[in-house]
């Protein structure tokens, strides 16, 4: 009995998977990781710490870097250092990842949800002017998300925050190498975190990075990550934390930062590329870039005009072995934050469930973009219009 030739849809599912964000390890980080081994420096000592530090501060134009052992951690020891107090609020934007919400909270503090823009997918800075305004509660910080590695609108957020004297503290988590009116993102508020997850631009194989000009907050921060121990002696200022960044992390992330422009160059062309596929298209937008913006093009993620649609296309991308995922949801419905105070214009609720990210890795080949390119080609969802 003869076989049936395998249709397309099964060649596809055969051919190597195309994953959505790996990391690009194709520098130094090999022959730095053995330094550390040979040197017996594999903890949060060693050189390799400082150098990173020294770094990504360099990269966003700051003065301080303090290296911490993830992202959320970074965000929360910046609040802290900026001198947060248990039952305060903090603005954050309903459209962003837990991590964002949950550092305020770990920090003592209460998230203050509020509407991002509909041009931007980052905090409204009508919005927060309107929060801070009333009051009522009173606010100590405002955290604007540099979504996918957009910037927010930084000069108006700014204005309005200095008027009412409340700092700001950047979540450029997926940002390093953005620019705001050619500033760096991180240099854009009072202090910066950056996120160097697996799946992030540049990778530490997870790790943070908090940065500032701020010399008081850098060495609050650090004192805290350390168990604020004071000396030598087993003597302590505050009870600290055991948030400190390892050498072995630090000497990834440094290879890393070695090659930033070469992975960000790579990472606006693939997206370049997306957006002369998808440039007519009626039910798949790429998220909208402002002039003033250079984006980091963390996570190249595209509209889909329904829930339903969104569902179809990770599922249909699924079926030729290429990963997609659905991106953030509105944290403010969500149980953990469900009473928080918030204040929404319904774009975040809109967005929701309606964002996919599809492969970029900056390690993606040319013709892997293809592969996936063919097979949005071929797909087809709900108009946009639907989504509104």
């Known amino acids: 009995m003869e076989k049936s030739s395998p249709s397309r849809i099964e060649v596809e599912a055969q051919q190597p998977r195309i994953g959505l964000a790996e990391p690009d390890l194709c520098g130094r980080e090999a022959e730095y990781l053995a330094r550390c081994v040979a040197d017996n420096w594999v903890s949060s000592a060693g050189h390799y710490v400082g150098e990173f530090e020294r770094r990504v501060a360099d990269a966003a134009g700051c003065t301080n870097g303090v290296a911490i ?30 991590a964002t919400a949950n550092s305020v909270i770990h920090a ?26 009333r ?6 910080a405002v955290i604007p998300v540099h979504t996918l590695g957009h910037p927010a609108d930084m000069d108006r957020l700014k204005a309005v925050c200095s008027a009412a004297g409340v700092p700001i503290v950047e979540d450029a988590a ?12 991180g240099s854009l508020g009072d202090a910066a975190m950056f ?31 350390q168990q604020a121990r004071s000396g030598v002696r087993y003597r302590y200022d505050a009870a600290g934390f055991n948030y400190r960044l390892t050498n072995v992390n630090a000497a990834i992330g440094l290879a890393q930062m070695e090659r930033l422009e070469e992975m960000l160059s790579a ?23 402002a002039s003033w913006a250079t984006s980091g093009c963390w996570l190249y993620s595209v509209l889909c005009g329904s829930r339903t649609a969104a569902d179809s296309l990770v599922a249909a991308l699924a079926a030729h072995n290429i990963e997609a995922r659905h991106f953030w949801e509105s944290l403010s419905p969500q149980g953990p934050y469900r009473d928080a105070p918030k ?38 969802g709900d108009a946009l219009e639907a989504a509104a």
């Not at 530490?204 to 010399?215: L, Q």
Request: net charge positive; with cysteine.
């Open 174 to 185: 997926g940002a390093i190498g953005a620019a705001y009116k050619s500033r760096p993102v």
């Open 108 to 133: 003592g503090a209460i998230p203050y949800f509020v509407d991002v823009t509909a041009d931007t997918w980052t905090l409204d800075p009508d919005l927060v002017a309107e929060v801070l305004a």
């Open 267 to 289: 990472k606006r062309a693939i997206a370049a590329r997306y957006d002369e596929m998808l440039a007519g298209r009626n039910d798949l937008r790429p998220m909208p870039r």
């Open 135 to 140: 009051k009522a509660p009173q606010i100590a």
């Open 195 to 225: 996120s160097f997850n697996g799946n992030k631009t540049v990778t530490a194989g997870g790790g943070g990075m908090i940065v500032t000009d701020r010399s008081d907050w850098a060495q609050r921060a650090k004192a805290l990550s």
């Open 343 to 380: 204040l929404l214009s319904g774009v975040a609720a809109r967005l929701s469930g309606h964002v996919v990210s599809l492969p970029c890795s900056s390690s993606l080949a040319v013709a892997d973009q293809a592969r996936v390119i063919e097979a949005l080609a071929v797909w087809r």
């Open 69 to 98: 052992v993830n992202g959320t951690a970074a965000l929360q020891l910046a609040l802290l250092a900026a001198g947060i107090q248990p039952g305060d609020h903090v603005v954050v934007p309903d459209y962003t990842f837990a």
